[in-house]
T-cell receptor, first 115, second 109 residues
């Protein structure tokens, strides 16, 4: 079956623009995660959903970052008034249940470049 | 902050075993050790996990010391496609993975 998909794969934004990044998790997966990966670094946690409920948003770096998953499937990460420091790869992952110990399946990421 | 320490880079000859070490001296009794890898321009990929006992699957083996303060991921016959960054993760409760810097493994012909 299909894995986790993300769109767009690449996004170039001018500083100050708003962007929306989409994640399609594996069908039926309950948990969904967003991570941010700066160049040369490991991924860093942003936020976590279980179905439509956002259970942890402790990693969102500022109030310019907002994530939603209104129907418990597709998720959107929105960044308002983008800054150069937002340039990174944004990774989405899903897992099959709410258990803490299930493996996470990652998408290919969206590479955001803010000019 | 990551709770693990890994060497930044390692080389391995194609066809030989790759042994990737990880220190996790502050691991708690109910925390698992997970390994993921990230091939260039792809998302991380799950490899294996364990709690106390050694584990083996089709990709790798995981050896955890008796005191659980360190572990080793073993790729028994490394191929060029195993070139990647390997992350050792102590699973934080609540679902999120905390990645460190990982080990960049280069498999050379």
């Amino acid at each position: 079956g299909a894995g986790v998909s993300q769109s767009p794969r690449y996004k170039v934004a001018k500083r100050g623009q708003d962007v929306a990044l989409r994640c399609d998790p594996i069908s039926g997966h309950v948990s969904l995660f967003w991570y941010q990966q700066a160049l040369g670094q490991g991924p860093e946690f942003l936020t976590y959903f279980q179905n439509e409920a956002q259970l942890d948003k402790s990693g969102l770096p500022s109030d310019r970052f907002f994530a939603e998953r209104p129907e418990g499937s597709v998720s959107t990460l929105k960044i308002q008034r983008t800054q150069q420091e937002d340039s990174a790869v944004y990774l989405c992952a899903s897992s099959s249940s709410g258990s803490s110990y299930n493996e996470q399946f990652f998408g290919p990421g969206t590479r955001l470049t803010v000019l | 902050d990551a709770k693990t320490t890994q060497p930044p880079s390692m080389d391995c000859a194609e066809g030989r075993a790759a042994n990737l070490p990880c220190n996790h001296s502050t691991i708690s009794g109910n925390e698992y050790v997970y390994w993921y890898r990230q091939i260039h321009s792809q998302g991380p990929q799950y490899i294996i996990h364990g709690l106390k006992n050694n584990e083996t699957n089709e990709m790798a083996s995981l050896i955890i010391t008796e005191d659980r303060k360190s572990s080793t991921l073993i790729l028994p016959h490394a191929t060029l496609r195993d070139t990647a960054v390997y992350y050792c993760i102590v699973y934080n409760q609540g679902g999120k993975l905390i990645f460190g810097q990982g080990t960049e493994l280069s498999v050379k012909p």
